[in-house]
C-alpha cells in the first residue's frame, strides 16, 4: 500500500507557474505508475498526465500538452507536476494517484489508480 500527500496548490495569475509535489510512502513506490487528475467544481475527474514506474514515458491530455511536465524522482518517492503557461481552466483541485499494475506502459485509465491523495487546489485567476 502507498499513501500520496499533494503540495504546492496555491491561487497564481494567467499565464503564471505552479509546480505540484506529491510525496509517496512506501517502499515499492518505485514499482507504480503515477497520475495526475483534476476535478473542477460540478465536473466530473479528470485525467491530466502521468508517467510510467521507470520515468522514460508521459503521457498527457490534450488541453495541457506543452504547458504541463510530469516528472518523478524515485530515490525521493516523489512526483511532480510542472504547470507552466496557466489558464484559468485549469481551475481545479489536482490528484495524484498510483497505479499497482505490472506494465512498463504509461497507465491513464481512472480506474486502473488504486491510491489516492487528497487533493491541492490550484486557482488561476484571469
Known amino acids: 500500500q502507498v499513501q500520496l500527500v499533494e503540495s504546492g496548490g496555491g491561487l497564481v495569475q494567467a499565464g503564471g507557474s505552479l509546480r505540484l509535489s506529491c510525496a509517496a510512502s512506501?517502499?515499492?513506490?518505485?514499482?507504480?505508475?503515477m497520475g495526475w487528475f483534476r476535478q473542477a467544481p460540478g465536473k466530473e475527474r479528470e485525467f491530466v498526465a502521468a508517467i510510467n514506474w521507470r520515468g522514460d514515458l508521459t503521457y498527457y491530455t490534450d488541453s495541457v500538452k506543452g504547458r504541463f511536465t510530469i516528472s518523478r524522482d524515485n530515490a525521493k518517492n516523489t512526483v511532480y507536476l510542472q504547470m507552466d503557461s496557466l489558464k484559468p481552466e485549469d481551475t481545479a483541485a489536482y490528484y495524484c494517484a498510483a497505479s499497482p499494475v505490472s506494465t512498463d506502459a504509461v497507465i491513464t485509465a481512472l480506474n486502473l489508480f488504486a491510491y489516492w491523495g487528497q487533493g491541492t487546489h490550484v486557482t488561476v485567476s484571469s
Open positions: 512506501g517502499r515499492t513506490f518505485s514499482r507504480y505508475g
